[in-house]
Structure formats: C-alpha cells, structure tokens
C-alpha cells in the first residue's frame, strides 16, 4: 500500500501479518462437512419424478392452509393488525432493549402508512413483511419460525406463490419461496431458498432489481 | 482431485445449467484459499467453519446472480467474507480471545513456511510460533471490516483493487480500514516492534509478492509467493 506518509513500523506489521498467513489445507473434518452439505444441495435439485407431481400440487394445497392458519396465529398472537417483525417484542436476544426500541421507533416512523391489514392471506401473508437492513437476521429468523410451513422451500412452492410476488415485484430467480415484503420502506421480495446443512438463505430482493441486496443465513431444525 | 479441466467459469455456468457436480469441483478448487481467509477472519475453527458453509451455501444458491464482471474466486471470496460478516454482526461467534488452533495443526507446514530450511532451530520455531499467536490475538481485536481487509490484502496479498471487489466497497475505504487496522496493531504489537528494531533480522518473512492484476479469467490462482 502507497501513502504519503505511511504509519511508522507500517511495512514490518505487514511482514508480521503476512508471517501469520494460514498456508495448511482446510482440514478434513471441515471438508467432510463441506462435502456432506453439497451433496444435500445437489441431492435437492435433482427433478422429481412426474408421479410426484400430484403429490406437490396436493401439498401446497395444504401448505396454503397451514399459512392461512399460521399467519392468523400471528396475527392474533401479536396483537397487531399488520404483520411486524421489527422486533420489538421482548423474547429478543440481541443486545439491549435500546436496539429493539430504537429499531421500533425506526419502523414506525418509517412507515406511517404502511398497508392497513387483517384480510387473511390467500396464498401467503396478506400484508407485506416488514424488514429492516439493521435487524433482518432477526426478522428471517422470527419469520421462519413462526411460519414452520416455509421452512421447507420447495421449489414447487415457488410456483404456487409467483403470482402474489410477482404482482407485486417481479419475480427473482432460483429456487425457493416468495414472501412479499418491504426492506427499509421499499417494495421487495424475500425469497427464503430451499434449506441444507441445517441453514437456510434468505435472500432481498427489491422490487426490479435482479440481484439480491441483502443475504441472511439462519439455522434451521 | 477430479482432473476436471474446465475453467472456474465454466464449472459455475455448468452449476447453473443443472450440473450436480460442477460446483462442488470448483468449490474444492478453492476451497483451501476460502478456508485460510475464513480462519482467518473468524479466529478459530468453529467459527471459521460455519462461516465457510454459510458462504458455500449462499454461492451455490446464488450462482446465478454472477455476472462475469469479476473473477469467479473473487465472487467467491465476496460471497464468503459477506457470510463470515454477517455472522460477526449477528453476533453468532465464540469469543474472540480463543487463541487460534491452526498453529497446533502438524505436519502441514502451518509452522514452517516455505523459505525455512528442513533443519529449522527449534527455538527459532517456538519463537515464531509465538510471534505469530500473538499477531493473530491482536489481530482479533481489530472491528471486522478492518480484519477482513487486512486479510484480504497482507496475508493473502490480493490486490486492493480486488479486494474492494471482494468487500463491495470502494478501493479507497479498503485503504482506510488497512491504514487504521495496521496503525491499531502497531500500537499492540509494540513489543513485537521494539524486538524487530533492535534485531533487523528477525523482522519475519516478507509480504507476498501481490499476483499480478486479476483479468476476469479463470485460472487458478496460488497462494502470493
């Protein structure tokens, strides 16, 4: 690195750091755990028989129920009328109530005028999640254990959904299901991939974009 | 090791196409590089580990999503460090102060390093053992964007250029968080420092030589000279 003026002792902290370089190869505990993994994702993608076809159709029939189901759980259960996952309630296990009031306060005044809410949903939550970019591995997380039902992330589901997502924001790529959602206020898309290796992905879509902004990994299971 | 010649960037459009096995051959491929950087930046093996899956399943989700305009190791690398980030903000990481295991890892040369003779003086190894534990504790104490940068560029001796790449930032903030992180651990080093002036030979090896300018290609690349 070049500077006008580089710090004193700058090149031999470089030295010491390059020293400290790791040269070994990763070991075989972490790589058998690597391998087993990919093989769950490679084993995941491999295209169903065409008799499983009216098996998946059943199920998401009745993965739309259990989300009927579950998100009015939600709903009463949190006493609100438009899904928050802000979190403000207090089981969080972040540090400080200062972040979950602070983040709160960010949400309401962020949106004001949010969607009013309480029609039940019709193929997936009625009223867009709400994310936020300084609590969103909270916010998956909550969400994925709310609604157990997302938690597999077929790629079947995705298709049972694309119409909700779609309409209100394209449709991202890859595997996995839809949520309508707002991130930090906009319109946007979370999409939660199919589950491997006891984790799932999360990823933000905002409306129009074709990459995601934001990828959250969460333990599952 | 599979022999399959395919280019990185063949191997990820063959992922992206339906291939099962192409992307674990490219993730194998780098797997020792992304490995060293997750180390690391993580500090110890369990950390370090989770970090890696995270990112090697966040890249064979996302595969699609590469555009071309980097080198498939850079994206890797991007994809990598975003997860073992991610995990340091939320906080899912055991305490820093763990002392880094690697250095217990024999016979793979984690305590010798290439320049050193067979015949190495044992005390000269316990010391440069110790040299480089205490350069790892104090690099642990350093913000995360600091210590991944400083991986990045003086122990994996990529260029800035490619590692504002792999941090999506610009060149001039992976300057910044070098400068500020080298200036931190000069201050904790100080001892390490003194030592080292009093005795110019014992100033540790060299950094890498940086590789040259990575073209958006699809050669492995080896670890700085």
Known sequence: ?221 | MTGDERSDQELLAAHVSGDHDAFGTLFRRHRDRLWAVALRTMGNHEDAADGLQDGMIAAYRRAASYRGDAAVTTWLHRVVVNACLDRIRAGKVRRTEALPDDLDEGGRGALVSADQTAAADPAEVALRDERRRTVLAALATLPAEQRAALVLVDMEGYPVSEVAAMLDCPAGTVKSRCSRGRARLAELLAPLLEAADRDPDDTGRRNPVPPAPVEPSDAPRGPPA
């Open chain 1, 1 to 221: 690195m070049t500077g006008p003026d580089p710090a004193p002792h700058e090149d031999q902290v470089r030295r010491l750091l390059a020293d400290a370089r790791h040269d070994a190869p990763v070991p075989e505990d972490v790589a058998d755990r690597l391998d087993a993994v990919l093989a769950d994702l490679a084993r995941e993608e491999r295209p169903r028989a065409v008799t499983d076809l009216a098996a998946a159709r059943r199920r998401r029939a009745r993965i739309r129920t259990v989300l009927v189901a579950a998100a009015a759980v939600v709903l009463v259960g949190f006493g609100i009328s438009r899904v928050d996952l802000s979190g403000s309630s207090s089981d969080s296990s972040s540090a400080g109530s200062a972040a979950d009031s602070s983040a709160a306060q960010e949400n309401s005044a962020a949106a004001p005028s949010a969607p009013p809410d309480a029609d039940l949903p019709q193929g997936a939550l009625a009223a867009p999640v709400r994310l936020t970019s300084g609590r969103l591995e909270q916010q998956v997380r909550r969400l994925v254990d709310t609604t157990q039902a997302f938690a597999s992330g077929t790629a079947g589901d995705t298709q049972s959904r694309a119409e909700d997502s779609s309409a209100a924001c394209g449709d991202p790529s890859g595997p996995g299901t839809p949520i309508v959602a707002t991130y930090d206020g906009a319109p946007a898309v979370l999409v939660l991939r199919p589950r491997a290796g006891g984790v799932q992905v999360a990823d933000v879509y905002l409306c129009g974009e074709r990459t995601p902004v934001r990828s959250v990994t969460v333990p599952v299971g």
